[in-house]
């Protein structure tokens, strides 16, 4: 057992299933973590463990955060990897992992996540991510998926995707997780890279619309809904305010129509 792997309490869980998101490099207008936090509050979820960050982080680029209030130091907190747990119904629970992409020791990183998979019995992992495209900011957002086997995309309906290249620890997570015979889908939302949004309710809601028949699990998620649409207001007021970026977007409908 490692040190590194700080475990708050050690709950008996029935047929857990783990849900990771990671801020950074996979988590394009913070999409993926909004949505985990956002299902993380909805089910009511309670701490279970986190990581210490010293062997993983840069903390000049990831820095610590404080709080200060009428110049009394009232909060410190170190960027963590934490994850909560919490009853989806009678039969089995979630544990939720909103993390940090760490900059060093990913191998080390990785066995610390491994490690929880192994203590509380993890057969089954969604991934929540989401990268930048060339995509109308207008059109609903698309959620394709990478899978531990092909049949999962076809058992929930899911649009696989192709690609080769550099990769998150979403990526390298998935590949070990095969590895070691869980069972993994990831979720990507695509977005608009030519307007920043962040967070990106309308990202969130989308993976969470997609994941939310996967986890098996009941969300309410009208509030998200709102926050979606005057997002998209907000951008609209963005691309018709910019004549350059009118035109951007108007040469991808154009595109979008050709093809």
Same mark, same amino acid.
Request: with cysteine; hydrophobic share 45%.
């Given at each position: ?11 008996? #869980? ?11 490099? &996979? ?56 994850? !909560? ?6 039969? !089995? ?42 995509? #109308? ?58 307007? !920043?949004?962040?967070? &990106? ?59």
């Amino acid at each position: 057992m490692s040190d590194l792997l700080r475990w708050q309490v050690r709950p008996r #869980l029935r047929d857990p299933l783990l849900v990771l998101s990671f801020e950074g490099w &996979n988590d394009a207008g913070e999409s993926a973590t909004t949505a985990a936090r956002y299902l993380a509050e909805q089910i009511g979820a309670a701490p279970l463990a986190d990581i210490e960050p010293e062997p993983f982080f840069d903390f000049t680029v990831q820095r610590p955060s404080i709080r200060v209030e009428d110049g009394v130091v009232t909060s410190f907190e170190w960027p963590l990897s934490r994850f !909560h747990y919490a009853a989806a119904d009678e039969a !089995h629970e979630l544990v939720i992992g909103v993390a940090i992409e760490p900059h060093l020791q990913w191998r080390l990183y990785a066995d610390q996540i491994l490690e929880l998979v192994e203590t509380l019995q993890v057969k089954r992992c969604v991934m929540l991510g989401a990268y930048l495209a060339d995509v #109308l900011y207008s059109r609903p957002v698309a959620v394709t998926a990478v899978a531990s086997d092909a049949a999962l995309l076809d058992r929930h309906g899911l649009e696989g995707t192709r690609y080769e290249g550099p990769t998150g620890v979403v990526g390298m997570l998935g590949w070990l997780l095969k590895q070691k015979g869980v069972e993994f889908l990831s979720l990507w939302a695509g977005l608009p890279h030519y307007i !920043h949004v962040a967070p &990106n309710p309308r990202g969130a809601l989308a993976l969470l619309e997609r994941a939310e028949p996967i986890l098996d699990v009941k969300l309410d998620l009208d509030p998200l809904r709102t926050a979606a649409q005057e997002c998209e207001q907000r951008m609209s007021q963005m691309v018709s305010g910019d004549p350059e970026l009118a035109e951007y977007v108007r040469e991808l409908k154009r595109r979008e129509f050709v093809q």
